[in-house]
Nanobody
Framework: QVQLVESGGGLVQAGGSLRLSCAVS????????MAWFRQAPGKEREFVAG????????NFADSVKGRFTISRDNAKNMVYLQMNSLKPEDTAAYYC???????????????????WGQGTQVTVSS
């Protein structure tokens, strides 16, 4: 059973930074593409960032390019989302996800990801 546990969310002022962490247990983490999604109240879930199994490739939503980075540590079964220059519109619940299909593609659709964490709330005040 694969479990994902996010941490690092909180309240921050606009322009500030947060680093989200996701601890993964079970499964074969080093073979999974990983991603972060977010969902704000009343809005659809959206892709934020993804990283390949090797960590050599990443993909970002246009809304966060240049502000967010994603990384992973396969030795520690961890994935991170560094969020800089935060804006009020970044306020959402953030979810860590794993794509267990051994793909080399970083999917941006949530249906590709078979495992999800419980989410961590990020609130950016203006």
């Amino acid at each position: 059973q694969v479990q994902l546990v996010e941490s690092g969310g909180g309240l921050v002022q606009a322009g500030g930074s947060l680093r989200l962490s996701c601890a993964v247990s079970g499964g074969l983490f080093s073979a999974y593409a990983m991603a972060w999604f977010r969902q704000a109240p009343g809005k659809e879930r959206e892709f934020v960032a993804g990283i390949s199994w090797s960590g050599t490739r990443s993909n970002f939503a246009d809304s966060v390019k240049g502000r967010f980075t994603i990384s992973r540590d396969n030795a520690k079964n961890m994935v991170y989302l560094q969020m800089n220059s935060l804006k009020p519109e970044d306020t959402a619940a953030y979810y860590c996800t794993a794509d267990p299909s051994y793909t080399v593609v970083i999917n941006t659709g949530g249906q590709a990801y078979g495992y999800w964490g419980q989410g961590t709330q990020v609130t950016v005040s203006s």
